[in-house]
């Protein structure tokens, strides 16, 4: 695992991942990337999330606070309405971060998400994997998950259960808190997400401390979860980016979050398209 403020780039600036960060993404389904997003990144990003918060766009999903306290902002697609989030998605070293977990010669963004606990917000987020709710099949999916503030078992950190990603099992999207306004249909290929938290001591649950600009990469079938933030000094500001592979393609299913669809493909098709665009190729050329 590499420190890339310090080590992990080329001579022209690239960042690479090692093959030990590669082996603990296929072996695990996730890897902590510590130091990869920095100041000029950090700073982008954390404008555009004051602007959204203040004026949310049109996938807004914030939830109702746990007990009246705090406040748990969510927005998704906001790549579309900002340019600073926009630039993220598309100019930063994810796309290229995900050609190389990939292996493949395209990187497609599948969407963005905005994840905001306030101090004191001690809204849990539930045990799930990320793409039974998502229009697309596929092995190369992913997503990476950038810290603005310092992130910690007390202010929500993420948490995976080893090896969930290798499971082939399918869990029912369910909305993940009151005020969200999400409700997915029943999908009776899918099942019912077991009760992790009452039976941890059979699972393999690995989770790590993070400070601004480290990045957890996990695969989209790997089952994971966050805790509130339990602290009343601290917020817990979460940006998440998704990308597909060359072995990607878009499908509907029950259960689905409508707010992902798109007119654009049809079940089957490649994932390129104006909601999907791709960012990267294998010629290094990033795409507008």
């Keep these: 695992m590499n420190n890339f403020n310090d080590i992990g ?3 022209v600036g690239r960042i690479t991942i090692t093959p030990e960060d590669r082996r603990a993404y296929d072996k695990d389904g ?9 100041g000029f990144w950090r700073e982008r990003v954390a404008e555009a999330i004051e602007r959204d918060i203040k004026n949310p766009g049109p996938f807004c999903h914030s939830y109702d606070a746990a007990d009246g306290k705090g406040r748990f902002h969510g927005n998704l697609r906001i790549w579309e309405n900002d340019p600073d989030f926009r630039a993220y998605c598309f100019d930063s ?3 290229d971060i995900a050609a190389q977990f990939f292996g493949s010669s395209k990187v497609n963004l599948l969407y963005d998400q905005l994840f905001v606990k306030e101090p004191g917000t001690a809204n849990p987020t539930r045990w799930h994997n990320d793409q039974p709710y998502w229009p697309v099949r596929g092995w190369e999916v992913m997503s990476f998950w950038l810290a603005l503030d310092p992130t910690t078992a007390d202010t929500g950190r993420l948490e995976f259960v080893k090896g969930s ?7 029912q ?3 993940f808190g009151k005020g969200s306004g999400n409700v997915y249909a029943h999908n009776p290929n899918y099942e019912k997400m077991p009760d992790i938290d009452a039976n941890r001591e059979a699972y393999d649950i690995i989770g790590w401390d993070m400070q601004p600009g480290d990045v957890i990469a996990f695969h989209a079938m790997a089952v994971h979860s966050a805790g509130g933030n339990l602290r009343e000094d601290v917020r817990r500001r979460g940006y998440t980016v998704r990308y597909t592979g060359d072995q990607a393609w878009y499908d509907t299913r029950p259960g689905t979050s409508e707010a992902l669809m798109t007119d654009e493909l049809k079940d089957g098709d490649s994932m390129d398209s104006s ?4 960012v990267w190729r294998a010629n290094n050329t990033a795409c507008a």
Excluded: Q
């Design 93 to 95: 070293p994810l796309p």
């Design 173 to 175: 999207p369910e909305a």
């Design 275 to 278: 909601t999907y665009p791709v």
């Design 9 to 11: 780039r080329d001579t």
């Design 165 to 171: 990603h290798k499971w082939d099992r399918w869990f």
């Design 30 to 38: 996730a890897v902590i990337l510590k130091g990869i997003i920095n």
